[in-house]
């Protein structure tokens, strides 16, 4: 089972986050209308924001659990985690920003040079974050996110940023990390073309 996922959260007097869900191999999709809470479920699973009752379990390993008090700090989650704004480091080229993800990695990946090749960004390694396209700068997050070597990926809307042309490139991307890496992945959109062509399980937020 990749996903095993039961919280509640409140998030202000009037809002509480509640789900439970749990999935085979494969994406994922949080899909849902904005507000909906599913960035606040990744969240959760990150070790970002801590549930007030229920478990979050990966791949078969408990990373909370309020019962057990479990309560795995979220750089041990090692969880990569790609935001709907690439969020790359201005000050570094990308074979720096790259070497940043590679940095924080607690089981090995592959190579910064195979991953740049596997993503497609190999000719944009010496490349500013500021000269790169909306499609060019989120295939340099994923890698960065994918050298961390996580033990599964949590993506926030990727493609939300970009047009048209460009959400079909990274689209095919992320087709092709999902089939060939095999990492547990939870994916959230709003859109439900994405949803449809990408996950292999959705859960619906209202």
Known sequence: MSFDVDVRRRMGPNTEVAIGFAT???LTALFGPSGAGKTSVLGMIAGLIRPDAGHVRVAGETLF???AAIDMPC???????????????PHLRVRANLRYGQRRATTPAMSLEAMAAF???????????RTLSGGEAQR??????LLSGPRFLLMDEPLASLDTARRGEVMILIERVRDQLGLPIL?????????DRLAGTVVEMG
């Open 75 to 89: 750089a041990r989650r090692a969880a990569g985690y790609v935001f709907q704004d690439a969020r790359l480091f």
């Open 187 to 195: 994916y959230v959109s709003h859109d439900r073309g994405e949803v």
């Open 119 to 129: 993503l497609g960004i190999d000719h944009l390694l010496d490349r500013w974050p």
């Open 65 to 67: 659990d309020l019962d």
């Open 24 to 26: 085979g191999p494969g």
């Open 140 to 145: 340099v997050a994923i890698g960065r996110a």
